[in-house]
């Protein structure tokens, strides 16, 4: 009876189990879904509200400007002398941590920071290391030096190995997904809606399978909705996403606002463009299979192939000879 009884239970436990699971299983996808569609909200609710303070700030500078009487060369004038100052270096480097993903203003200064900090603590720790194998080992000048050198050439080019990592990652993502939401963006605008309500619906849409372009399609529509400048919103995308369809898409749509062409068929000529580029990537990876197979077919098919038919062969022709050495 209490063999029944502990089989029993364990039936029940086992049942409970893995109902247990299949709940987990089938609830986990949607609330991922949904958190990614809270993390997209919270991104351009927050670019909503930065938007909206530059909006005010600028307005307040203006009303000083205007106090002040400054002119309009005179304020191209310091706005010329401020970038030069800066440089052109910072701007390509504020460019690429927004291609990585990096939207705080911060992540040049942490940037460079790394770039000083992470080759003297390579130098440092290679020092240390060095001193205690010097004990053990003949270690000359001339290595340690090289040593020394490499430990310091590694680390200042550590952060950007990483960071045009984290640029291709991104871009690949982006070109990944972006074909079907332009497909999807040429509907809604041929069924009659507006482009910035289209890339706001269209964000919320691709948001469970590619959070990056909906985040980066989220900021476009703020940016359209509170800056009222298409062009300039379609450049800042441009120089966001850095290079691929979606910034071949948005320089379709500034041509076309520009030159006064319809925004639909710069969408449908842009969308037949992308299917092209998609085929011609398609056929060019399987050109480029054969080529790939060919040294791992060496190394490792052929080899067994070798094995596989030769062995046997061998085997007989020894089971053969040992047969005529006993009958003689």
């Known amino acids: 009876m209490e063999k029944y009884v502990n089989m029993d239970m364990l039936i029940i436990v086992l049942s409970a189990m893995a109902a247990a699971g299949s709940f987990i299983a089938v609830m986990l996808p949607i609330l991922n879904r949904k958190e990614k569609k809270e993390r997209v909200k919270a991104v351009i609710e927050k670019k909503r509200k930065v938007l909206f303070e530059q909006t005010r700030e600028d307005m307040k500078k203006g009303n000083k400007t205007d106090e002040k009487g400054l002119s309009a060369s005179e304020s191209v004038l310091i706005t010329f002398k401020m970038r030069k100052l800066l440089g052109d270096m910072s701007i390509n480097l504020r460019n690429?941590?927004?291609?990585?993903?990096?939207?705080?203003?911060?992540?040049?200064?942490?940037?460079?920071?790394?770039?000083?900090?992470?080759?003297?603590?390579?130098?440092?720790?290679?020092?240390?290391?060095?001193?205690?194998?010097?004990?053990?080992?003949?270690?000359?000048?001339?290595?340690?030096?090289?040593?020394?050198?490499?430990?310091?050439?590694?680390?200042?080019?550590l952060p950007k190995v990483l960071l045009k990592n984290q640029i291709q990652k991104r871009s690949q993502e982006i070109n990944m997904a972006f074909p079907d939401a332009l497909d999807m963006m040429l509907i809604c605008v041929q069924g009659g809606i507006g482009l910035e309500q289209t890339v706001n619906r269209i964000a919320e849409e691709v948001s469970e399978h590619s959070p990056l372009l909906a985040e980066e399609l989220g900021i476009l529509s703020a940016e359209m909705a509170m800056l009222n400048d298409r062009r300039g919103a379609l450049q800042d995308f441009a120089r966001r996403v850095g290079s691929g369809a979606a910034k071949s898409f948005a320089t379709a749509l500034i041509q076309a606002e520009q030159y006064g062409t319809s925004v639909t068929q710069a969408m449908r000529t842009m969308s037949d463009e992308i299917r092209e580029q998609r085929m011609a990537a398609a056929e060019q990876k399987a050109a480029s299979l054969p080529p790939k197979l060919t040294v791992p077919m060496i190394l490792f098919f052929l080899p067994v192939l070798f094995v596989i038919i030769l062995v046997p062969a061998v085997m007989q022709a020894k089971a053969n000879m040992a047969g005529h050495s006993l009958t003689r």
């Open 96 to 157: 690429k941590m927004l291609q990585a993903g990096y939207r705080n203003p911060n992540a040049p200064v942490k940037f460079i920071a790394a770039q000083i900090i992470l080759p003297v603590f390579l130098v440092l720790l290679s020092m240390m290391v060095l001193g205690k194998a010097r004990t053990t080992h003949d270690i000359n000048g001339g290595m340690t030096m090289l040593i020394l050198l490499g430990a310091a050439g590694i680390g200042y080019s």
